[in-house]
T-cell receptor
Framework: GDSVTQMEGPVTLSEEAFLTINCTYTATGYPSLFWYVQYPGEGLQLLLKATKADDKGSNKGFEATYRKETTSFHLEKGSVQVSDSAVYFCALSDLTGGFKTIFGAGTRLFVKA | GAGVSQSPSNKVTEKGKDVELRCDPISGHTALYWYRQSLGQGLEFLIYFQGNSAPDKSGLPSDRFSAERTGGSVSTLTIQRTQQEDSAVYLC???????????????FGAGTRLSVL
């Protein structure tokens, strides 16, 4: 079945460092891909998405490119801030997978001032 | 409402008791999802509603778990005879698009933290 694998955390960075959180997926169809973020004490919220190969999703300085050839959707940000400290979830939604969205295990990011 | 609302935010119960968790989705959202998030784990899908019907219940872990939705709005997740392994954060999400639609975005509540002693 469909699955999402993302790098284990926690990831600890200093402010203004470059961030990469790796995400790879397996899917039988042509999924839409998402990154959700969960700030402390809050629910998950959509960060960005891409619905077809080579699409780039971007928001709040974060970006991720849908790479079908490598089945990847890595999250990147050029300069992180303390306020980016959160848990990041990679997810996919696949029509052939039914109604559910499949989430990765989440990667916790700590950014130090 | 402005967002997805879940209640209670925290619930402590004794093993063997029944609990009810409530979710108020965003007004007008026809799709509603329940997930479970255990410590250090990702989101585990439990059940999906489209309107008042549940076309996908495949994630419910046992027959102690049930859910219903009334009026196409509020949903209740019930756990009977709770066990310690039921301790987790239960998340609800709603969406304006049916499940499986390309690019379907889900809006999450803050969750209910359930602790079974």
């Amino acid at each position: 079945g469909d699955s999402v694998t993302q790098m284990e955390g926690p990831v600890t960075l200093s402010e203004e460092a470059f961030l990469t959180i790796n995400c790879t997926y397996t899917a039988t169809g042509y999924p839409s891909l998402f990154w959700y973020v969960q700030y402390p004490g809050e629910g998950l919220q959509l960060l960005l998405k891409a619905t077809k190969a080579d699409d780039k999703g971007s928001n709040k300085g974060f970006e991720a490119t849908y790479r079908k050839e490598t089945t990847s959707f890595h999250l990147e940000k050029g300069s992180v801030q303390v306020s980016d400290s959160a848990v990041y979830f990679c997810a996919l939604s696949d029509l052939t997978g039914g109604f559910k969205t499949i989430f990765g295990a989440g990667t916790r990011l700590f950014v130090k001032a | 409402g402005a967002g997805v609302s879940q209640s209670p935010s925290n619930k402590v119960t004794e093993k063997g008791k029944d609990v009810e968790l409530r979710c108020d989705p965003i007004s007008g959202h026809t799709a509603l999802y329940w997930y479970r998030q255990s410590l250090g784990q990702g989101l585990e899908f439990l059940i999906y509603f489209q309107g008042n019907s549940a076309p996908d219940k495949s994630g419910l872990p046992s027959d102690r778990f049930s859910a219903e939705r009334t009026g196409g709005s509020v949903s209740t997740l019930t756990i009977q005879r709770t066990q310690q392994e039921d301790s987790a954060v239960y998340l609800c999400a709603s969406s304006s698009a049916p499940g499986g639609v390309t690019g379907n975005i889900q809006y999450f509540g803050a969750g209910t933290r359930l602790s079974v002693l």
